[in-house]
């Protein structure tokens, strides 16, 4: 016990500050990508929802190509084409070697926007669970389209979203782990050079895995506490 104390402790000798370092980065990372795939979500189910062609053919070719695709392939996709372009025009410009991107700036984006077709089905479906009697009173009443999505449209949607935009930050969140390819030191590659490091897999890989369940663990219960408190204008006195 006193060994693994020391091990995963924040001493001269210990893992501890960069276990929580990484931790902290997996949090970074994961919130950042869920935020940029709610906005390609909206995109995309403002797309679906259009009665324009060419957005719901754009938006339909973008959830269908995503989620057909590992997420592992978009990570390398976006870090190796990404770098390899940004390489080739450093290259015209005269400079030398492989420039590759931040690993921060990949996951983020790849991440986000797998997540964003995610988004997209549970925000269209959130919008169209909205009563549409609600929507034609909004407008009899004479809103004006702003008004009525920041009064109706926008907290109604959000109560009806809450549950699926849950599932997709846990999904996020553990898909945080692939970004670990690109050098980026989250959770998943601090435990790798840990293991590596110390030649205790074992131990590295377990308390890689309680972090894991910690970060799932407290976010559902602040989405639950969230989803409860969203649903209470939907309570109706007994």
């Known amino acids: 016990m006193a060994s693994s104390l020391e091990l995963f402790g924040f001493g001269p000798q210990g893992w501890g500050h960069q276990l929580l370092l990484a931790g902290l980065m997996t949090l970074a990372v994961s919130a950042s990508a869920f935020f940029f795939g709610i906005a390609c979500g909206t995109l995309g189910a403002w797309g679906k929802s259009s009665h324009a062609l060419l957005p719901r053919l754009a938006a339909d070719v973008y959830t269908t190509v995503v989620r057909g695709?590992?997420?592992?392939?978009?990570?390398?996709?976006?870090?190796?084409?990404?770098?390899?372009?940004?390489?080739?025009i450093a290259h015209a410009f005269g400079a030398e070697g492989f420039w590759g991107l931040n690993g921060f700036l990949v996951g983020m984006l790849a991440v986000g926007l797998v997540s964003g077709a995610y988004e997209t089905e549970v925000l269209r479906g959130a919008y169209l669970a909205i009563p549409r009697g609600e929507i034609e009173a909004a407008k009899a009443a004479g809103m004006g389209r702003w008004l009525m999505l920041h009064r109706i449209i926008a907290p109604r949607l959000l109560r009806f979203a809450l549950p699926g935009m849950g599932n997709v930050w846990q999904q996020v969140l553990k898909e945080s782990a692939l970004v670990s390819v690109t050098g980026l030191v989250e959770i998943m590659r601090q435990t790798q050079i840990g293991a590596g490091s110390t030649r205790q897999p074992f131990a590295f890989y377990i308390v890689g895995f309680l972090l894991y369940?910690?970060?799932?663990?407290?976010?559902?219960?602040?989405?639950h506490a969230a989803e409860r408190h969203s649903a209470r204008s939907e309570r109706r006195p007994a």
């Open 213 to 223: 369940l910690v970060l799932t663990t407290l976010s559902g219960f602040l989405l």
């Open 69 to 88: 695709v590992p997420d592992l392939l978009v990570i390398y996709l976006f870090y190796f084409g990404g770098s390899t372009a940004v390489s080739a």
